[in-house]
């Protein structure tokens, strides 16, 4: 079971990191992601890691703004997010799996999210 954490309130422009904790050390084969889902629609892909080689990538709509890392611990996968908007409002998933994918069928394990919410 993976654990989030961070989520809040913010106003528009500022920032927030979230966390995800997972119950063991992250081999270097996973993939880690996070994805959000807003009212009303679906989960879209937000960012993911390949654990191994620290190979990143990114939805549009969050590049230049996003980052996902690994925390500071071995268990730990981060997303760092600037700059935020209302249009980043959402429920935000961390994930983990084993094929490099930004669709969510790709993972086999999720935690139970965490509420970011921005206000204009």
């Known amino acids: 079971q993976l654990m989030e954490s961070g989520g809040g309130l913010v106003q528009t422009g500022a920032s927030l990191r979230l966390s995800c904790t997972t119950p063991?050390?992250?081999?270097?084969?996973?993939?880690m992601a996070w994805f959000r889902q807003a009212p009303g629609k679906e989960r879209e892909f937000v960012a993911l890691?390949?654990?191994?080689?620290?190979?990143?990538n990114y939805a549009d709509a969050v590049k230049g703004r996003f980052t996902i890392s690994r925390g500071e611990a071995p268990n730990i996968v981060s997303l760092q997010m600037n700059n935020l908007t209302p249009a980043d409002t959402a429920v935000y998933y961390c994930?983990?799996?084993?094929?490099?994918?930004?669709?969510?069928?790709?993972?086999?394990?999720w935690g139970q999210g965490t509420q970011v919410t921005v206000s204009s």
């Open positions: 994930a983990r799996g084993t094929t490099y994918s930004t669709i969510a069928s790709g993972y086999n394990y």
């Open positions: 063991g050390r992250i081999f270097s084969s996973a993939i």
């Open positions: 890691l390949r654990w191994g080689t620290q190979a990143t």
